[in-house]
């Protein structure tokens, strides 16, 4: 009997933890709502037009709007870009990204590094189910060395995990007391 309690009390917390590690939902970059700003030959290093989603000028961005994601809160990004042209030659692209206006991480691309693009950031909650996400260039790249583009075609996407929900934590909480009830008595 003892041991079918401590049993339960086991699959509980792992069913518990599961459940609310795993809700993320994937957000992907396109049309119509994929927005491309770049200040082209405003910018004091630029010497030709901006071409598609390429950036190099501080300010510069890359962004979109994601509505009714079923998010509450989001606590961990996980970005996936398909840098599809790499011009950079001698310098990299310090970028910054933001969910929802708050800066969540930074990177940078250097030059020769093309094909898909991974990071993580975990951060405190950031409420939703409404997301922006941005990636925002925070130096600008010298004149005549280079700029950088993203495919908008679904292969950048963001991947966003939920904050546990206060009552699943608190679930949690009283299925890990039980155990140690159980365990005392057992003992």
């Known amino acids: 009997m003892k041991r079918t309690i401590l049993l339960v009390a086991v699959l509980l917390i792992f069913g518990l933890t599961g459940s609310t590690a795993s809700a993320n939902t994937t957000l992907t970059f396109g049309a119509p709502g994929f927005n491309w700003y770049a200040q082209g030959t405003s910018c004091a290093a630029a010497s030709s037009p901006a071409s598609p989603n390429h950036i190099w000028c501080a300010g ?7 509505t009714g994601t079923g998010l509450g809160s989001a606590v961990k990004e996980t970005i996936n870009l398909d840098i599809n042209d790499n011009l950079l030659s001698g310098a990299n692209l310090y970028l910054n990204a933001l969910v929802n206006g708050v800066v969540v991480g930074s990177f ?9 693009f991974t990071d993580t950031f975990t951060f405190a909650p950031i ?5 922006n996400i941005e990636f925002l260039v925070t130096s600008t790249v010298p004149a005549g060395l280079g700029s950088v583009s993203i495919a908008d075609d679904g292969s950048s996407f963001v991947n966003l995990s939920k904050a546990p929900e206060p009552a699943s934590l608190l679930l949690l909480g009283t299925a890990l007391s039980g155990l140690v009830m159980v365990r005392r008595r057992l003992a």
Not at 60 to 65: F, G, I, L, S
Not at 127 to 131: A, D, L, M, T, V
């Open 127 to 131: 409420s939703g189910p409404n997301y």
């Open 60 to 66: 510069d961005y890359w962004e979109q709007n994601f």
């Open 108 to 116: 940078d691309i250097t030059p020769g590094m093309t094909g898909a």
